[in-house]
Every structure is written in structure tokens, then in C-alpha cells.
């Protein structure tokens, strides 16, 4: 998985394997959605149908909005 990042545009964030099992990454192609499990009650859910739905960014790129705070926090609760 390969995810742009805005704060380096030109260097995607690559998420290899150790992470994806790490995060219980499922990653469904058929319908189209990566779920990742950030905890017992946090799950993050890319919905990659609606996303390419939306503008592309220079004609091949597309990217994921996430909800950055709420992220951090649990990820700080998964650290403590």
C-alpha cells in the first residue's frame, strides 16, 4: 500500500507487510476497502471505491482524507 503524504508530496509513505499485520490490516479488493484495526474499538475503514470517484491529482494520483486527530489520539492510547 502506498499512501501520499502531504508533508513530502514526492515521497509516498509505503506500508509494508510488518505494519499491515501489526495494524490487522484487511484488505478487501472485491469490494473495494482496507480496513485497518487500531485498537478493541477503533477501526479505520479506506473506502478506495469512493475515492476514485474523486479528482485525481495530477492526472494518476489519488489520496485519502483521514481523521488525523482522532488517529493520533488512539495511537497514543495503543502507546501508553
Request: with cysteine; net charge negative; hydrophobic share 40%.
Amino acid at each position: 500500500i502506498v499512501l501520499e503524504m502531504d508533508e513530502e508530496p514526492k515521497d509516498p509513505l509505503i506500508l509494508g507487510r510488518p505494519f499491515l499485520a501489526t495494524a490487522g490490516a484487511v484488505i478487501d479488493v472485491k469490494r473495494g476497502k482496507i480496513e485497518l484495526n487500531l485498537g478493541q474499538d477503533c477501526k479505520l475503514i479506506f473506502d478506495i471505491n469512493n475515492v476514485m470517484k474523486q479528482p485525481t491529482i495530477g492526472g494518476e494520483l489519488f489520496y485519502i482524507e483521514t481523521l488525523d486527530q482522532l488517529a493520533d489520539e488512539y495511537l497514543e492510547e495503543l502507546n501508553v
